[in-house]
């Protein structure tokens, strides 16, 4: 079964990447469908990284109590640790929540309502038309939101940490800037790209072949949101150990 699954899921990939009819309809519907992965969740990267990053600045502190270790750390930890492992992958599984069921949604109903049988019916490569400009805009954006989330949640630790008193924020400054190793942010990128990549493919899948009515359609979101974030941390954990 899982064979099966995986096997339909390449072969929609097939008929994604084919050469579009008119370059210039899918530049229209990828410039839209940017904003609306981009724009539309940016807010809710940033409140949510910013408290992540106030939070670990205080779970760190706590952890972190000897008069042997100097309170900059605290800082670089929480550096690395955003830019690593909490930026990419909890903004990928935010966004696997918001944006992967809302694809799911979408191509699903226009299945079910026989939208995506009149496409093809008129010739039109429904696959390509539908799904590739999310694609792009899945991959171009994501890295944005993700440098977004490691950039609050840097700001939030320094708020954090200032506020409940863990660390001044002349330390905490001096940990980020100390033993800054800039492959870390090339890592964070690499996963961005490959997240962006399942947060649109995956749920573009089970919305695509998804059978039956309104009730299949909720389903298949689901799904997808469940099979999307096994696929993230499963991807999170190849990449970390492939490049560091």
Wanted: proline letters at 3%; one cysteine or more; aromatic letters at 8%.
């Amino acid at each position: 079964m899982i064979f099966y699954h995986f096997g339909e899921y390449v072969l929609l990939l097939k008929k994604v990447f084919k050469r579009p009819e008119k370059w210039k309809i899918y530049w229209r519907e990828t410039v839209h469908e940017m904003t609306d992965i981009g724009v539309g969740s940016l807010g809710l990267i940033v409140i949510i990284s910013t408290f992540i990053g106030a939070v670990m600045t205080m779970q760190i502190a706590f952890q972190l109590v000897s008069d042997l270790i100097p309170s900059s750390i605290i800082g670089q930890i929480n550096r690395d640790s955003n830019i690593l492992e909490l930026g990419p992958t909890i903004s990928a599984l935010v966004l696997m929540g918001k944006v992967g069921s809302s694809i799911s949604s979408q191509i699903g109903s226009m299945r079910v309502t026989e939208q995506i049988d009149a496409l093809e019916i008129m010739g039109i490569n429904a696959a390509g038309y539908l799904i590739l400009p999310k694609i792009i805009a899945g991959v171009i954006m994501v890295p944005v939101l993700v440098i977004v989330a490691i950039f609050c949640a840097i700001i939030g630790g320094l708020i954090g940490g200032a506020l409940s008193g863990a660390v001044t924020p002349s330390d905490y400054i001096l940990g980020i800037q100390d033993s800054f190793n800039g492959f870390t942010v090339t890592v964070a990128l690499v996963k961005a790209v490959f997240y962006g990549f399942i947060i649109t493919t995956v749920p573009a899948h089970k919305g695509f072949h998804v059978r039956g009515g309104a009730l299949e359609v909720g389903q298949a979101g689901t799904r997808s949101v469940v099979i999307g974030c096994i696929a993230i941390l499963a991807s999170d954990y190849a990449i970390t150990a492939l490049m560091l």
